[in-house]
């Protein structure tokens, strides 16, 4: 069973016919979202959800930034945790995802990858924190690893992080998506952000088992955007 209709959920439509597993994957849709209505939707659907299915393996997608100095502090955030703690608090069968910022086909605009890139191609100002950096994670890895994690029966009742082991300066991605769309951004730099290591302990292992390689910045824009630059090219 999956809950939700956006790039994650959809990742998963496979999980639609397994009884016994519910994907939670209708979250709030943006970080920098502050509308407590959105909040409190979220909050009440999983508290529904874990009434109403008990049994079941209750997956929930949180995030990594929960942890990040800089962050961990924002109104997201403080949301993210009080759902970690209802699903802690209400579940004896569940598995906490945190991701990073995840790339995908589609996703919202709101996205990392998805705000840069079309601000930059619509020459929209936006602003640049000089020192921070981003973990960008392919969903078809988010994927991979969570069937591994279900499918061996790991983690079960436990918070489990997915990113790289490497971050990029946010500064190299703007460079990166304005060589590609051959364009120049229109950023304002503050010397703010810092970079602040995801720890993978958990997931590293099975990267390592299933063959799993972080790929380039580059490779995972061209990847996922193709279409987007030889239209922008052309």
Same mark, same amino acid.
């Given at each position: 069973m999956v809950v939700g209709n956006g790039m994650i959920a959809k990742a998963f439509? *496979? #999980?639609?016919?397994?009884?016994?597993?519910?994907?939670?994957?209708?979250?709030?849709?943006? @970080?920098? &979202?502050?509308?407590? @209505?959105?909040? !409190?939707? *979220? #909050?009440?659907?999983?508290?529904?959800? &874990?009434? *109403?299915?008990?049994?079941? &393996?209750?997956? #929930?997608?949180?995030?990594?930034?929960?942890?990040?100095?800089?962050?961990?502090? !924002?109104?997201y955030n403080i949301h993210k945790l009080s759902i970690e703690k209802l699903i802690q608090a209400t579940s004896g069968n569940y598995i906490i995802f945190r991701l990073p910022n995840v790339i995908g086909k589609g996703g919202n605009p709101n996205t990392i990858i998805n705000y840069l890139f079309d601000s930059i191609k619509e020459y929209k100002e936006f602003f640049l924190w000089k020192y921070a950096t981003r973990n960008i994670v392919d969903i078809e890895d988010v994927v991979k690893i969570i069937q591994y994690v279900i499918e061996n029966n790991l983690y079960r009742n436990d918070t489990v992080n997915i990113a790289y082991e490497k971050s990029i300066l946010v500064e190299d991605l703007i460079q990166t998506i304005e060589t590609l769309l051959n364009k120049k951004s229109l950023k304002s730099i503050i010397n703010k952000g810092s970079d602040f290591k995801i720890d993978i302990a958990k997931v590293s292992w099975i990267m390592k088992e299933t063959n799993m390689q972080q790929p380039s910045i580059e490779s995972l824009i061209l990847k996922y955007k193709i279409h987007e630059l030889r239209v922008n090219n052309d």
């Open positions: 439509y *496979e #999980y639609n016919s397994v009884d016994d597993i519910l994907i939670f994957a209708s979250g709030v849709s943006s @970080s920098n &979202l502050n509308l407590e @209505s959105e909040f !409190t939707r *979220e #909050y009440s659907m999983v508290k529904n959800f &874990l009434q *109403e299915y008990p049994k079941k &393996l209750f997956i #929930y997608f949180s995030s990594c930034s929960i942890e990040f100095p800089d962050l961990k502090d !924002t109104k």
